[in-house]
């Protein structure tokens, strides 16, 4: 953590325990809660021991301030690159919680008051409930920074309506809070203004019971309707144009609903697009589409492969340039390697998707009896680097 940052006796993760209900605060407000190492080991402490403790029946997470996260510390990736795998165990730790959160046993409850995206996502989506305000914003911009859709959205997209996905995974474009609940990926839409009444009527129930929870929310919840230039309104062109066979056919067959009367909107998503880098671009299709045919174990497990061969350069060093460009220089003028579409070799991008042997493979714990199993501790990376 850099100097700074924080305060040495501020928790990256406060918890307060109130009755059977478990408060998770992600508590890194000036960074907007950004996921570092220390946080992922602390929500994957924190959630195996809830899950077994028969105490515990209700599990709320928030963040501090007006973030609720934005995702994974890029920087912490960026100056990781001085040594070979430095961020795979983070990487490893991260999509072995992402499956525990999809398939958790206990309530849960996200109250997503802010910018909610990437891997900072991945703790509102999979939610029981997941409760969004006016101040909600959701995207999954990696493409843009020659990374690719990772924390489980690879099957989160790849199961939305149509071909919402590639448009979200590929553009980057952004969902508030009322368009997430009408696709399905937030359950309810509470005015900010009611935030804390929710939270203090939900702590005071001092239960886990799905339909009791469910009751409360609703009593502060309003009923959901999208503008009428919402992109969930623009799903005819969103299905015509992604679902071409590749990104530049993507974008030309957006390029030629762009010249139409009335999609004047298509015009700075395409500039995004363009701005993006090639071979995130490619990549992030490829990981949407295989989405379509995977569980969720199988592109937990892909989405490691290929963030693991990102992080090593394998076929592109493209994603510490697009971090440079946007968090360490800022100067948004990144240099993509290789620089156009045409110029990434498919060959490299099928060969970053392979399996790995078995012992470097994510473990993704699939019996009940093994449930959390798989840890970092007993992978073959960490029999290595010990």
Same mark, same amino acid.
């Given at each position: #953590?850099?100097?700074?940052?924080?305060?040495?006796? &501020? @928790?990256?993760?406060?918890? +307060? &325990?109130?009755?059977?209900?478990?408060?998770?605060?992600?508590?890194?407000?000036?960074?907007?809660?950004?996921?570092?190492?220390?946080?992922?080991?602390?929500?994957?402490?924190?959630? &195996? !021991?809830? &899950?077994?403790?028969?105490?515990?029946?209700?599990?709320?997470?928030? *963040?501090?301030?007006?973030?609720?996260?934005? *995702? *994974?510390?890029?920087?912490?990736?960026?100056?990781?690159?001085?040594?070979?795998?430095?961020?795979? +165990?983070?990487? =490893?730790?991260?999509?072995?919680?992402? =499956?525990?959160?999809?398939?958790?046993?206990?309530?849960?409850?996200?109250?997503?008051? *802010?910018?909610?995206?990437?891997?900072?996502?991945?703790? #509102?989506? @999979?939610?029981?409930?997941?409760?969004?305000?006016?101040?909600?914003?959701?995207?999954? @911009? +990696?493409?843009?920074?020659?990374?690719?859709?990772?924390?489980?959205?690879?099957?989160?997209?790849?199961?939305?309506?149509?071909? !919402?996905?590639?448009?979200?995974?590929?553009?980057?474009?952004?969902?508030?809070?009322? +368009?997430?609940?009408?696709?399905? #990926?937030?359950?309810?839409?509470?005015?900010?203004?009611?935030? #804390?009444?929710?939270e203090a009527q939900l702590v005071s129930l001092d239960s886990g019971d799905v339909d009791v929870v469910r009751s409360t929310i609703e009593e502060f919840s309003e009923k959901v309707n999208i503008d009428k230039d919402s992109i969930l309104n623009k799903q005819s062109v969103i299905n015509e144009c992604f679902s071409k066979e590749s990104v530049k056919q993507i974008i030309q067959a957006f390029e030629a609903e762009a010249s139409k009367e009335g999609n004047e909107w298509i015009t700075p998503v395409i500039k995004g697009l363009k701005r993006s880098s090639p071979t995130g671009l490619k990549i992030v299709l490829r990981s949407i589409r295989e989405g379509r045919k995977q569980t969720l174990s199988d592109c937990l497990k892909k989405e490691f492969r290929l963030t693991v061969n990102i992080l090593r350069k394998t076929i592109s060093p493209d994603m510490y340039e697009g971090i440079r460009a946007l968090t360490i220089d800022k100067d948004n003028s990144p240099k993509w390697n290789p620089a156009t579409l045409d110029e990434v070799d498919d060959e490299k991008i099928n060969s970053v998707l392979k399996p790995f042997e078995d012992d470097i493979e994510l473990q993704i714990p699939e019996t009940e009896e093994n449930r959390w199993g798989g840890k970092y501790e007993t992978s073959g990376y960490a029999s290595v680097r010990g």
């Open positions: #953590m850099s100097q700074g940052d924080q305060n040495i006796d &501020e @928790p990256v993760v406060v918890i +307060e &325990e109130k009755g059977s209900v478990r408060l998770t605060v992600l508590n890194r407000p000036r960074q907007l809660n950004v996921i570092s190492p220390e946080v992922v080991l602390k929500l994957a402490e924190y959630l &195996e !021991l809830w &899950e077994k403790d028969n105490q515990t029946k209700l599990i709320l997470i928030k *963040g501090a301030g007006r973030a609720f996260s934005a *995702g *994974g510390d890029l920087k912490v990736f960026y100056h990781g690159q001085e040594s070979k795998d430095s961020c795979l +165990e983070v990487v =490893y730790r991260m999509y072995w919680l992402c =499956y525990h959160i999809h398939t958790y046993k206990k309530t849960q409850v996200s109250l997503v008051n *802010g910018i909610s995206m990437g891997g900072g996502a991945s703790l #509102m989506v @999979p939610m029981k409930f997941s409760v969004v305000t006016e101040k909600t914003v959701f995207a999954t @911009p +990696e493409a843009s920074f020659g990374f690719h859709t990772d924390c489980g959205f690879s099957y989160i997209h790849s199961h939305l309506p149509g071909h !919402l996905g590639e448009f979200l995974a590929l553009t980057g474009a952004r969902l508030n809070g009322k +368009e997430l609940v009408a696709i399905g #990926m937030a359950t309810h839409f509470v005015p900010s203004g009611k935030l #804390m009444d929710l």
